[in-house]
């Protein structure tokens, strides 16, 4: 069973703080790899796809991918109350078939 | 305006009804798929397709049915709806990026 595993919380920063969510897979023939952001009550929204090791950055925020270690992590710079949201990690394990991790509920407090 | 619809967005339906959930694309996407979302279990992906006529099951398709007669439109088809299938629906395309529909809350009695 492909699985994608990341801690639910809730993580709670600052405002202002680095706000550093993680992800673990277990397909190791995974190619892509991509965070989303849910609000609550809404659609989720892609905004990072990363597909080779190193490091993505993106505005903000900043993908990580360690495929050795089999590790995707996102960082939020300078995070803000309207980052509050639900953050599901994705990993592609072939053609278009995609799993999705239950997602870490993240809380910037003002 | 790049847009997924779905309709409905909300029904209560009860167990054996069969139903339809459509999807509709405005943006000639190839590649759509159908999701469902469960408290703790995040999103499960259920059909893909990749094409007109090109369909293939996602994680959770058991109890499910698809079709892609057009590019626009991708139904979600529940022939024999159980309670177990109570949850939240997306439907999605990928193109220059993807696109989430607004879902779909099914609840089956």
């Known amino acids: 069973q492909k699985e994608v595993e990341q801690n639910s919380g809730p993580l709670s920063v600052p405002e202002g703080a680095i706000a550093s969510l993680n992800c673990t897979y277990s397909d190791r023939g995974s190619q892509s790899f991509f965070w989303y952001r849910q609000y609550s009550g809404k659609s989720p929204e892609l905004i990072m796809s990363i597909y080779s090791n190193g490091d993505k950055e993106d505005g903000r925020f900043t993908a990580q991918l360690n495929k050795a270690s089999q590790y995707v992590s996102l960082l939020i710079r300078d995070s803000q109350p309207s980052d509050s949201a639900t953050y599901l990690c994705?990993?592609?394990?072939?053609?278009?078939?995609?799993?999705f991790g239950a997602g870490t509920r993240l809380f910037v407090k003002a | 305006e790049a847009q997924v619809t779905q309709n409905p967005r909300y029904l209560i339906t009860v167990t054996g009804k069969k139903l339809t959930v459509t999807c509709s694309q405005n943006m000639n996407h190839e590649y759509m798929s159908w999701y469902r979302q469960d408290p703790g279990l995040g999103l499960r992906q259920i059909y893909y397709s990749m094409n007109v006529e090109v369909t293939d099951k996602g994680d959770v398709p058991e109890g499910y049915k698809v079709s892609r007669k057009e590019k626009r439109n991708f139904p979600l088809i529940l022939e024999s709806p159980s309670p177990n299938q109570t949850s939240l629906y997306f439907c999605?395309?990928?193109?220059?990026?993807?696109?989430f529909g607004p879902g779909t809350r099914l609840t089956v009695l």
């Open positions: 994705a990993v592609n394990t072939g053609g278009f078939k995609t799993i």
């Open positions: 999605a395309t990928w193109g220059d990026t993807q696109y």
